[in-house]
Structures are given as C-alpha cells and as structure tokens.
C-alpha cells in the first residue's frame, strides 16, 4: 500500500467493509461476571460485533512486514457502516455507534496471554468497563453489553489487563470508536472526505522491522517509553492528498508515554470544537494543542485558499522535557541518574516531530463556517459549591508512582475511594516533586463519568500549559510537575469497582492506578 494513500484512504467516506476473522475456540463467560450488573438475558442488541485480538503481520516500514497484535471486527448484527476497517493498519477497525443503541461485543482472545477491552471514554456497568480482574485467557471470550449513553464524540478502546497494558498497546492492540448523536448531527460538520481520523503513536523498530520495546528496566518505567518515530494510523509520517476545503481532524494520543505539543505549519485556521467527552459549548481558538496520553481532541481546520499543492504539515513543536517532567537524582547532577535519562529513546519527551502531512488538490469543498455555538451542556456541569472535596496525591516513593500514597491492588479500595452513584465530588489531583527530584507530568485518567475541569494551580512556567484545553468534559487530564488541578466529577450511576489512573502507560503498569467502588 502506497503510505501516502493511507490518510486519503482514511477519510471516512472511503471506508469499507469489515475483515473476517476466525471464531474463538472457546466461549465462556468469565466467573467474575458479577450478576447484578450482568444485563442478562432481556438484553436485545441493536449492535453485536465480534471483536478479536490476534497475532498479526503489517507493513510499517519499506521492506520486512512487521509482527503485531491487532484487534480485527466482524459486524454480526446492525448498520453496515459500523464497523470500518483501517487498510493496511495494525490499528483495530473503527467502531461507529449512535446514542441510545444497545451494544454487544463478544472480544475473543486469541493472544498468548491475559487480555481485556476498556472502552475509554464511555460510561458502562461494571461488567463491561475492561477492569483487569476480567481478563481472560487464550481462547476465551468475554461478552460486553452496554448501552452507548454518551455523548457523540471520539473515544477510543485498548486493552487494560494487569500489568500488560502497556506491552499490548504497544504491540498494536487499540481502535478508535465514534459516537455520533442527533445534537452533532445537525452542525452538518466535515463529513466523508473531509473528515480526518488521525490516531497519534510512537513506535521504535529494530533493523528487522520489528517493534522494539523496553525490557522491564526501571528507567524506561519509571518515564515511560517513548519510541524515536512518529506514526499516523500505524504509518510513519504519512502524507494524504486532501480538498482546499474545511476539514474536521479527530486526534487521539495512543502513544504510551508521549507527550505531543501539535500545530500546523502554516498559518491556516484551527478552531478546536471537541475534547475528550464530546463537542465544546463554543468553539475555541488556538495556535497549539497540548495533546497526552489517552486524550483526544475534536479540530476544524480551514484549507480553503491554499494552492494546489500545498504541503500542511502537523507538527509537535519542541518544548523543555523538564516541561513533561524528568526523572532525575538531585544527588547525581540534577538530572539523568548518570545518564539514563528517558529510557533508551534517542527522541525524549519535546524533541520537535513531524507527525504527518496534508498536500492540498484542486477540488473545493462546501461552503463551511465554523457554528458559533456547538452543543449544549447537562446539569452536571454546574458547579456545586459545597461537594465533598478529596486531594489525590501524586507522588513518587519507594521508587513507585502512587495515588493518594497507594499503589494499585486488584480488589482494594480505600474509605475515601468509595462513593455514592450518581453522586459529585471534587477532586483534587496534586502533583508532588519529592525530594530526590523525581517528577513527572500525568495524565489522570477516570474510569466511568466524564469529568468538569475546574482549576489548575501551582507549578512553575511550563510552556505546554498553553496548549492544553480545559474545556468541555473531560476523561484525562494532564497534570503538570508541582500543579494541582481541579475537576467535578459526578460519578456514574453503575455500582461497581472503577478505576482510576495515570495514562502513561507505564506508569499504570507499575501501580499508580487505583479502584473506586461506586456504591
Ligand atoms: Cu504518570
């Protein structure tokens, strides 16, 4: 496949049909199954897929295919457009879904190991929200029914197993998944061609082509990993021929460590109109957005008047890697513990990185103008003066990360981490330097509910702050070193054992991740 051909390929309208893929070898639901929170037997799917993880081989690079794990889609029942296979991708096929349908999703694993689906981004039971004491063997199944109560917006699926999470993203194992809603469907935005999915990594090959990973080693860790390349839709820097149009671009940090601060080379127009929980209430303007781990962002991006072509590239601009943190001894010079700084990455945190291109052709798009006012907030989003507030610590001890001064045990929930359905609390994410000046920005991420970004404070000058959108509900945000944010969640009405964690990935992998028992 010609790698320019990729992202053209990518504009929704051009694709089609759904790979076929073997059944499991065997079926059965999990034991952990808890049934006050199964639907049951009275579930009638609107939507039922058939979702598997399996080795597979891709071409990446010239030359040698490269082994993958990669999730592949068979539409068993619902529109034919739901499910949208990515040509020549490692990535899993692109889940379409409206709100209000009822969905089933039979994940089969065909790995070699434990494996689980979180879907990011929605609020489900308990039973289908992917939590890693769910995971199931080789040959399994695992059967997920919910119904797609969120918002449209662009969320996004990965596996979640304990302490694997990390490994199986970066094998391959991720997708993107739409909700579209009746609300987005009538600002008539950049649809088929003109709308860009464009889903974020950082991969590291080996001179075979095969993906490179760390081998457990405490620095790699303790940062995160980062590979020395940048890839689109699992393609290095590709570039798409697009209209001299209006172009709605969907983004999605699937890296797992790196922090991407992403702007256009030209000076073109970029309104940011979504975030990770769907549509802002107005569209916001800004030159460059600060994009982490498991976020997602929503653009419209005006191509009109530039000449046929017209090479518009999205860039990650180079900023301080002290910016995303850094792992470093006080003791040994400040930084780097003789070193080793940023794992065996050539290409730390702020190196400035082409990420891909967009080459103008003649054809013109429809008449666009950006709406001025784009959806429409529920009652959570009010503030609720008065509402418990809970101060979650990030730190670093005893050469872990921590939540709240825990790491992540399977079924252990704290007091403070149990609260009521349907319920609002503020809480307070805290990031600590300690004193061996080990820092780090993370981004936290909450299980369940969207969350109200109210406030961040503290920190010193960060010039990724700029970048970042508060706005709009929010599943992830990023907390800078030394900043306290803010947010008000409301939590889900599904009883049950949630998570909470950092999305670096490994850093999640190592423990700072932790329940809540929604009650
Ligand atoms: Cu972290």
Redesign the pocket.
């Known amino acids: 496949m010609d790698r320019r051909e990729l992202l053209r390929l990518l504009s929704l309208s051009t694709l089609a049909g759904t790979v076929a893929c073997k059944g499991p070898s065997a079926s059965a639901r999990p034991a952990a199954f808890s049934p006050e929170t199964t639907s049951g037997a009275g579930f009638v799917p609107d939507v039922e897929l058939l979702l598997t993880a399996a080795p597979d081989e891709v071409a990446v690079l010239p030359g040698a295919p490269t082994r993958v794990w990669r999730f592949s889609g068979r539409l068993l029942k619902g529109p034919a457009d739901t499910l949208q296979t990515i040509p020549g991708s490692y990535l899993g096929p692109v889940i379409r879904l409206r709100r209000g349908q009822k969905v089933r999703v039979r994940f089969a694993n065909q790995l070699a190991e434990d494996s689980i689906v979180h879907w990011h981004g929605l609020d489900v039971p308990e039973s289908a929200d992917g939590h890693p004491r769910l995971a199931v063997g080789h040959g399994r199944e695992y059967v997920y029914e919910f119904e797609v109560t969120n918002r449209a917006g662009t969320y996004w699926y990965h596996p979640h197993p304990h302490m694997r999470t990390g490994a199986q993203v970066y094998q391959g194992l991720a997708g993107v998944l739409l909700v579209q809603d009746d609300e987005e469907d009538r600002l008539a935005l950049p649809s088929g061609g003109t709308e860009l999915l464009c889903v974020i990594q950082d991969r590291q090959f080996d001179e075979r082509n095969q993906l490179v990973f760390h081998g457990g080693v405490m620095m790699e860790m303790m940062n995160?990993f980062l590979g020395d390349r940048v890839l689109v839709n699992g393609q290095p820097q590709p570039t798409t021929e697009v209209d001299a149009a209006w172009h709605r671009v969907r983004l999605v940090n699937a890296s797992n460590a790196r922090i991407y601060k992403l702007a256009w080379s030209r000076d073109v127009q970029m309104a940011v109109i979504g975030g990770d929980g769907g549509l802002l209430e107005t569209p916001l303007h800004q030159q460059a957005l600060t994009l982490a781990p498991g976020q997602r962002a929503d653009l419209l991006l005006d191509l009109t008047g530039l000449a046929v072509g017209t090479d518009v590239h999205l860039e990650s601009q180079a900023f301080a890697e002290a910016d995303a943190g850094l792992v470093g001894m006080m003791g040994m010079g400040g930084r780097g513990m003789g070193g080793m700084r940023g794992g065996n990455s050539s290409v730390p945190n702020g190196t400035p990185l082409r990420v891909m291109t967009l080459r103008t052709r003649a054809r013109q798009g429809a008449a666009f103008r950006v709406p001025e006012r784009l959806s429409s907030f529920d009652a959570a989003w009010a503030p609720r003066a008065g509402a418990p507030i809970r101060r979650v610590s990030?730190t670093f001890q005893r050469m872990e990360?921590l939540l709240g001064g825990r790491t992540f045990a399977m079924a252990d929930v704290a007091p403070e981490e149990t609260v009521a359905a349907g319920s609002t609390q503020l809480w307070e994410f805290e990031n600590l330097a300690n004193p061996m000046g080990m820092e780090?920005a993370?981004?936290i991420h909450m299980h369940g509910r969207q969350f109200r970004v109210l406030d961040r404070t503290g920190g010193r000058a960060n010039t990724l702050r700029a970048g970042i959108v508060d706005g709009g509900w929010r599943d992830t945000v990023l907390v800078l070193p030394g900043e306290t944010v803010r947010v008000q969640v409301t939590f889900t009405h599904h009883p049950g054992l949630y998570l909470y964690h950092?999305h670096?990935l490994e850093?999640e992998d190592m423990g700072?991740m932790r329940n809540f028992r929604v009650t």
Do not use: T
């Open positions: 995160g990030l990360w780090a993370h981004p950092c670096i850093h700072m």
